[in-house]
Structures are given as C-alpha cells and as structure tokens.
C-alpha cells in the first residue's frame, strides 16, 4: 500500500498523546505538530517515501 500524503492529517504515522499532535517518522520520535503548517519542513515525507506493507 502505498500513502500519497500532502498535509500531517492524512498521515497514517500521526498520533495524538494527551491531546498533542506527534509524528512518528520524525526524528525524534514523537515530535510535536504545530497545527498551523500542513506539513512541518522537518517531515521526512516531503523527500522520501515509506512503503507500508499489509501482510493479511
């Protein structure tokens, strides 16, 4: 399955702690989203691709 993400939102990889935004691609883990940026500049998805394999 591949995931064409173009805003923090669509991502499969954000996660909500105690109501906060965090990514888990980021370095370091957990970073924390500021929810006025789309897509922070530090996101690894703005030049890479992660290829998320479903083995059902």
Known sequence: MIF???QCTD???????D???????ALP???PITPDVDRPVWC???KE???VR???
């Open 54 to 56: 479903d083995f059902k």
């Open 19 to 25: 109501g906060q935004k965090t990514c888990n691609v």
């Open 49 to 51: 691709q992660i290829i």
């Open 4 to 6: 064409v993400i173009t």
């Open 44 to 46: 690894k998805l703005r």
């Open 29 to 31: 883990k957990g970073r």
């Open 11 to 17: 991502c499969p990889f954000l996660h909500l702690v």
